[in-house]
């Protein structure tokens, strides 16, 4: 099921945060130059990239090249999370001005044994 995430792009550095305002996080996990916020349900609660031009243009799918200026006009995004037994599928939709949109597929682990960073 597709949901409404907020984000927040910082040009200067190139970051993109995307996150659910309805959910808390308690804990992170850092994939390279992506971080994934866990709730203490260990969902997703929100996807931070790092080098997000660079991030997204290598994991795009559909040709339209996601550059900083593009991210600097960037709407709304949309985020699509499907469980897996051991990661989770989250489809990532990007909305710009015309009509434009951005979709990619990210893979990440899931949180399945106790974690020390989500004792806390």
Do not use: W
């Amino acid at each position: 099921m597709l949901r409404k995430f907020k984000f927040d792009y910082d040009p200067d550095n190139d970051s993109l945060f995307l996150y659910d305002p309805k959910s808390k996080s308690k804990a992170s996990v850092e994939l390279d130059d992506l971080i994934i916020d866990y709730n203490s349900r260990k969902e997703i609660t929100g996807i931070e990239m790092l080098n997000a031009s660079a991030f997204l243009k290598d994991v795009g799918c559909n040709g339209f090249a996601v550059t900083r200026e593009a991210l600097r006009e960037l709407k709304g995004c949309k985020v699509d999370i499907m469980p897996r037994s051991s990661f989770f599928v989250v489809k990532l939709i990007l909305l710009f001005k015309p009509n434009r949109q951005f979709a990619a597929p990210v893979i990440v682990p899931s949180v399945k044994a106790p974690s020390p960073a989500l004792a806390y």
